[in-house]
C-alpha cells in the first residue's frame, strides 16, 4: 500500500480574492494562523513545543535571583531615600576669611545667612544667625582636626565633621551599623559636644591669662587697662573660679591656684567684707573644692574664713549685720542705715550649714537657721513674697509694701528649695514657704507682654505693678525645673519653660545678643515690641543668671535647644566682650553692636559660675555634677545633698 505524497509547500487562499477585496478581521487572522499550524509536520510540531517548554524551565530556574537583584535595587532606593528623610540636613560650612588669632568657632545648627544689620528678630526666627561665630575661638589643634577633615572630602553640621563617603557605603552595604544614620548622628552629636565644651575651656584660658598676668591674687582683673581692682583683698576670682577649673579639667591653672591657696592666701587682715558675698563666694567656693577634690587644705581654709565671718551674728535681733571686719572680729551694718537686705541675710545657710556638718561644731547652721525662722514667722508678707529689707535690731521688714524677685530678694527664694534638697526633703516649713512664694509669684507678678504674649515676672510696688524684670530674676527657670524634678507641681516645669524662653528673647532681641541689666515689658495692645530698655539699664555685667537656668531646663528636659541658645550667648559674649590681650569685659550698652562702651571690668562670677555653667550646659553627662547629688549655691559652687540618716 503506498502512502499518498504530502506537497512541501502550502497553499493560502484569500477568499474573495476575485473580487478584488480585502478581509482583515481577527477571525481571520486566528483562522489562517490555525491552518498553518496543522499543516506542520508532527516532528515540526514537537520541536517547537520543546523549544517553549526549555525556555519556560530556564525562566522558573532564574526566577529567584532574578528577583533578589530586583529587591536589592528597590532597597538601596528605599535606603537612600530614608537616609534624605531622617537623617540631618548637612549645610557645607565654607571657611570664613582668616583674621588674627585662632579659627572661628563652629555655628548653630539652626542658624540661617541674614543681613549684617543686627535688631529684634522676629520671635517665630529666633535662631536666625547673627554672624558672631567669625568672632569666636577654639584651640588651634580642634581647627587643624576640621582642616584636615575638609581635604579628605567631608562636610559639617553643628560644626561637627562627618565622613559622606564612609557613611554612605555603610548604609549601603548593610554591613556597617555603626555607620547608619542614627549610629552617626550620635557621633556627630559626641563631636560638637566635645568642640563646644572645648570652646568653653578656651574661654576660660583667655580669661584667665588676663588675670594671672596682670591681677594674680587680687580680686578682680580690669582687662581694658591690664589691672586690677580691690573689694576685699582676699583674691576673689582666684577662689570663685577653683571647682569651675577642676570641673573643665584644666589641672594646670587649678595647680598654680591651689599653690597660691596654700603659700598666700589669709584672712588675718585688718578688712571689712560683707557677709553675704564672703560667705558665697569664698567659703562656698573652698567648700566646694574641698568636696571635689578631698583636699583638707581647701576644708582647713574654709574653717577659718567661716569662723571670722561670725561676729556678724551678734546683733540685737539675730538677723546679721551686712559687713564683718574678719582681722578685728567686729561686725556693722553699712553707714547709712541699720538694716540688711533680705537677700543677703537668707541666702547664706546652705554654706554654714555644710560649714556645721563637716566640723561637727553646731553653731554655724543654729546661726543661720534662727534667720529662717525668724523671717518666716514676720508679718509684712504677701502671699509669701518678701519685702527687700530687714531691719538688724528690731528684726522687722522695712521699706514694706515693694515686692520683686530681683535684687535684694531673689535668692531669698531660691535658697527656700535647696536647703529642703540639701537636708533631705525633711525641712517641711522650707517646703512649705516656697510652695507659697510661688503662688504668690503666679497670683501677682505674673504677666504676659505684647504682642508676642512673653511670660515674665514683675514687681509690686504698694499695689501698683510695673512691667519691670531684672537680669537676676532669670534665676527663676532653673529653680523652678530643680523643684519640679525633685516631686513638685508639674506646672512648675511648665512656667519655667516659659521663662526660659522670656529670658532668651532678653537676649536675642538686644542689637548685640546680650540681655541689659533690667528690661521694661510691654503690655498695651498695639505695641510693636515686647521689651524696650531705659538707657540707665542697658549694661551687661557677664551675668550667669540666663545660662544657669539653660543648665536645668536641658539637664531636666534633654532638650538640645537649650544648648542652641546657650551656644549662640557664648558666640555673642566672644563677640562683644572679649579683650584680645586677655580676659572679658563688662559692657555699658547693649544696643550698640559698633561700640558696647566696655566698661573694664571682669566679674569673678564670670569665671565662677558664667564659665562653669556653659560647661555644664554643653557637657551631655548627668553624672558631671549630678543634681541628685549636689545643690549649686547662689555662686554655681556645688555642695553636697546630705545622705539620708533613715
Request: aromatic content about 10%; some cysteine.
Amino acid at each position: 500500500m503506498h502512502l499518498s505524497s504530502r506537497p512541501d509547500y502550502v497553499t493560502i487562499s484569500f477568499p474573495g480574492q476575485g473580487s478584488g477585496s480585502y478581509n482583515n478581521s481577527k477571525q481571520w487572522r486566528r483562522q489562517s494562523c490555525w491552518r498553518k499550524w496543522k499543516q506542520l509536520s508532527r516532528l515540526q510540531r514537537s520541536l517547537i513545543l520543546l523549544i517553549f517548554v526549555l525556555l519556560f524551565i530556564c525562566g522558573i530556574a532564574s526566577y529567584p535571583s532574578f528577583t533578589e537583584h530586583l529587591r536589592g535595587l528597590t532597597s538601596e532606593k528605599q535606603d537612600a531615600d530614608s537616609n534624605s528623610i531622617l537623617g540631618p540636613f548637612i549645610p557645607l560650612v565654607l571657611p570664613e576669611p582668616a583674621k588674627q588669632g585662632p579659627p572661628p568657632l563652629p555655628e548653630l545648627p539652626s542658624q540661617r545667612k541674614s543681613s549684617n544689620k543686627r535688631g529684634p528678630p522676629v520671635l517665630q526666627n529666633r535662631l536666625q544667625q547673627k554672624g558672631n561665630a567669625s568672632e569666636t575661638v577654639v584651640e588651634d589643634r580642634a581647627a587643624d582636626s576640621k582642616k584636615e577633615g575638609e581635604e579628605n572630602g567631608v562636610i559639617s553640621w553643628r560644626g561637627a565633621v562627618i565622613d559622606t563617603g564612609e557613611a554612605t557605603e555603610g548604609t549601603k552595604n548593610g554591613e556597617n551599623k555603626e555607620d547608619s544614620p542614627a549610629n552617626q548622628q550620635v557621633k556627630t552629636s559626641k563631636d560638637l559636644e566635645s568642640s563646644w565644651l572645648e570652646a568653653v575651656r578656651e574661654a576660660f584660658r583667655h580669661a584667665w591669662k588676663g588675670y594671672k598676668e596682670s591681677a594674680w591674687g587680687h580680686d578682680e582683673l580690669r582687662p581694658m587697662s591690664k589691672s586690677y581692682s580691690e573689694w576685699f583683698g582676699l583674691g576673689l576670682t582666684l577662689i570663685d573660679a577653683l571647682d569651675t577649673m577642676w570641673i573643665l579639667e584644666l589641672k594646670e591653672e587649678f595647680e598654680e591656684a591651689k599653690s597660691w591657696v596654700a603659700t598666700e592666701l589669709s584672712f588675718n587682715k585688718n578688712v571689712d567684707v560683707n557677709l553675704f558675698e564672703s560667705t558665697i563666694r569664698i567659703l562656698g567656693g573652698l567648700l566646694s573644692t574641698y568636696h571635689l577634690t578631698g583636699d583638707t587644705l581647701f576644708l582647713d581654709k574654709a574653717k577659718d574664713i567661716g569662723y571670722r565671718l561670725m561676729p556678724a551674728f551678734n546683733t540685737p535681733s539675730k538677723i546679721p549685720y551686712s559687713d564683718v571686719n574678719i582681722g578685728k572680729g567686729t561686725a556693722h551694718p553699712p553707714r547709712w542705715t541699720s538694716d540688711s537686705t533680705v537677700a543677703e541675710v537668707t541666702s547664706i545657710q546652705l554654706e554654714f550649714r555644710e560649714l556645721s556638718r563637716l566640723t561637727q561644731e553646731p553653731q554655724y547652721q543654729a546661726a543661720v537657721a534662727e534667720v529662717m525662722m525668724q523671717v518666716h514667722k514676720l508679718d509684712g508678707k504677701l502671699d509669701g513674697l518678701v519685702p527687700m529689707f530687714i531691719n538688724t535690731n528690731n528684726g522687722q521688714f522695712t521699706h514694706q509694701g515693694i515686692y520683686t524677685l530681683g535684687a535684694r530678694a531673689d535668692s531669698y527664694y531660691e535658697y527656700l528649695l535647696k536647703q529642703w534638697i540639701q537636708g533631705g526633703k525633711k525641712e517641711n516649713q522650707l517646703l512649705e514657704d516656697y510652695l507659697q512664694a510661688i503662688e504668690g509669684v503666679k497670683k501677682n507678678l505674673l504677666q504676659k507682654s505684647s504682642p508676642n504674649g512673653l511670660t515674665f515676672v514683675g514687681e509690686l510696688s504698694h499695689g501698683q505693678f510695673s512691667p519691670k524684670m531684672d537680669h537676676l530674676v532669670c534665676f527663676l527657670p532653673g529653680t523652678l525645673a530643680l523643684g519640679a524634678h525633685n516631686g513638685l507641681p508639674a506646672d512648675h516645669m511648665d512656667l519655667a519653660k516659659e521663662l526660659m524662653e522670656t529670658c532668651y528673647q532678653m537676649y536675642i532681641q538686644m542689637e548685640t545678643g546680650l540681655s541689659p541689666e533690667i528690661v521694661h515689658f510691654n503690655m498695651h495692645q498695639g505695641s510693636t515690641r515686647d521689651i524696650e530698655v531705659k538707657l540707665a539699664d542697658r549694661h551687661n555685667l557677664l551675668r550667669p543668671e540666663t545660662v544657669e537656668s539653660l543648665f536645668y531646663l536641658h539637664r531636666l528636659t534633654n532638650d538640645h535647644k537649650y544648648q542652641d541658645w546657650g551656644w549662640e550667648i557664648l558666640q555673642n559674649f566672644e563677640k562683644y566682650t572679649k579683650v584680645s590681650s586677655g580676659g572679658y569685659t563688662s559692657i555699658n550698652n547693649v544696643r550698640d553692636p559698633e561700640y558696647p562702651s566696655p566698661r573694664d571690668k571682669m566679674e569673678s562670677f564670670f569665671l565662677g559660675e558664667t564659665l562653669k555653667y556653659f560647661y555644664l550646659l554643653f557637657s551631655n553627662n548627668t553624672n558631671l555634677i549630678s543634681l541628685d547629688q549636689y545643690v549649686f549655691n547662689t555662686e554655681a559652687h556645688p555642695l553636697p545633698i546630705w545622705p539620708s540618716t533613715a
